[in-house]
């Protein structure tokens, strides 16, 4: 099986634009999740989608956002970036039970490390 | 919110020592307790998770012990090999995964 998928690896950005990351999950897997990896801040839950609809989120303000579509891939938004965003993007999938991502195993993909300048 | 602490930041064993990472978590709610190792270049990987109702779990040369009323729960890897050197992250969850800040294994030959 192929593992979990992440586009594009690097970016660069400036300051007030905005971004779009793809992850596209392990076959099978309907529940994605979004972490945030800074070495200040270490590793922060963004949000979770199943079944394109969001089933968690995190302590994070609204210029992220995130969606997911019907065959589980999964998109965030960053808009109006700050350099304080600059960070590796971390998307994971999972099966998706009844208790959510948080209570099953995850399965990380290689992130996307943006730099906004 | 949960609150993650790990200590220690670094640990440096040589190789065939044992390796200890220990995290105490705040809110007595978490009931699912995994740890990932992350080598440079990737994505967090699970090594071994436990759940509020199990006491300790072993697999192969890695264990991790959970104490409930203590809140805290810690990694045991034995026999280290230098590929086990990595970054490790312990974590609680109830309804999000929060993290501890990780631990800098290295593992010298």
């Known amino acids: 099986k192929a593992g979990v998928t992440q586009t594009p690896r690097y970016l660069i950005k400036t300051r007030g634009q905005q971004v779009t990351l793809s992850c596209s999950p392990i076959?099978?897997?309907?529940?994605v999740s979004w972490y945030q990896q800074t070495p200040g801040q270490g590793l922060q839950f963004l949000f979770e989608?199943?079944?394109?609809?969001?089933?968690n989120k995190g302590n994070f303000p609204g210029r992220f956002s995130g969606r997911q579509f019907s065959n589980s891939r999964s998109e965030m938004n960053v808009s109006t970036l700050e350099l304080g965003d600059s960070a590796l993007y971390l998307c994971a999938s999972s099966y998706g039970t009844s208790g959510g991502a948080a209570q099953e195993t995850q399965y990380f993909g290689p992130g996307t490390r943006l730099l906004v300048l | 919110g949960e609150n993650v602490e790990q200590h220690p930041s670094t640990l440096s064993v040589q190789e065939g020592d044992s390796a200890v990472i220990k995290c105490t978590y705040s809110?007595?709610?978490?009931?699912?307790f995994p740890w990932y190792k992350q080598e440079l270049g990737k994505g967090p990987q699970l090594i071994i998770d436990?759940?509020?109702?199990?006491g300790e779990k072993k697999d192969q040369r890695i264990a991790v012990t959970l104490n409930k009323t203590a809140k805290h729960f810690s990694l045991h890897i034995t026999e280290t090999q230098p590929e086990d050197s990595a970054v490790y992250f312990c974590?609680?969850?109830?309804?999000?995964?929060?993290f501890g800040g990780g631990t800098r294994l290295m593992v010298k030959p």
């Open positions: 809110d007595s709610a978490s009931n699912y």
């Open positions: 974590a609680a969850s109830m309804d999000m995964l929060t």
């Open positions: 076959s099978g897997h309907r529940s």
């Open positions: 989608y199943f079944s394109e609809t969001q089933r």
């Open positions: 436990i759940r509020s109702n199990v």
